[in-house]
């Protein structure tokens, strides 16, 4: 993929996983634990931001910012409102950081280690890595969003 195929992808899936927290009909429900799930989708998408703020916005931006992984998963670090407004900035970030990227660049080995199956790391390596790992946790997020909004859209 070159670098105007992860700005259309990521785009897209980072305006989709704004989608989602917007339609959480309250904050109980973005915090909501269901049975046989692991995370509730605020966790869900505080990772998110996390991971893609360190990985593209930091490494590959420059953006200054400082990750707390623990608190993605064990704490409420954003409302509802805050994680939207999180996500415009995340979604600045990301795509501002990729339409500065070149073909050399995508080729230069990635500055920090990340996947232990590739010897090699290029710059597009982890950005794939990068974009399946969003699509995936959206996946989850839109699990737990429409289990905890069912009765809800049911009206």
Same mark, same amino acid.
């Given at each position: 993929?070159?670098?105007?195929?992860?700005?259309?992808?990521?785009?897209?899936?980072?305006?989709?996983?704004?989608?989602?927290?917007?339609?959480?009909?309250?904050?109980?429900?973005?915090?909501?634990?269901?049975?046989?799930?692991?995370?509730?989708?605020?966790?869900?998408?505080?990772?998110?931001?996390?991971?893609?703020?360190?990985?593209?916005?930091?490494? +590959?931006?420059?953006?200054?910012?400082?990750?707390?992984?623990?608190?993605?998963?064990?704490? %409420?670090?954003? *409302? &509802?409102? $805050?994680?939207?407004?999180?996500?415009?900035?995340?979604?600045?970030?990301?795509?501002?950081?990729?339409?500065?990227?070149?073909?050399?660049?995508?080729?230069?080995?990635?500055?920090?280690?990340?996947?232990?199956?590739?010897?090699?790391?290029?710059?597009?390596?982890?950005?794939?890595? +990068?974009?399946?790992?969003?699509?995936?946790?959206?996946?989850?997020?839109?699990?737990?969003? %429409?289990?905890? *909004? &069912?009765? $809800?859209?049911?009206?």
């Amino acid at each position: 993929m070159n670098s105007r195929i992860f700005v259309t992808l990521f785009s897209r899936d980072l305006k989709k996983l704004r989608k989602e927290i917007e339609q959480y009909h309250s904050e109980h429900a973005l915090w909501l634990p269901l049975p046989g799930t692991i995370n509730p989708g605020g966790n869900l998408c505080q990772h998110l931001i996390g991971n893609l703020r360190t990985y593209v916005g930091l490494t +590959l931006g420059g953006n200054a910012y400082v990750r707390d992984r623990d608190a993605e998963f064990n704490q %409420r670090t954003f *409302t &509802q409102a $805050q994680m939207l407004s999180e996500l415009d900035q995340l979604h600045e970030i990301v795509i501002g950081t990729l339409e500065q990227l070149d073909e050399q660049k995508m080729e230069e080995e990635y500055p920090r280690h990340v996947l232990d199956m590739f010897p090699e790391q290029t710059v597009r390596i982890v950005l794939t890595h +990068l974009f399946a790992h969003l699509s995936w946790h959206l996946g989850h997020l839109n699990y737990h969003r %429409r289990w905890v *909004t &069912q009765d $809800q859209t049911a009206h």
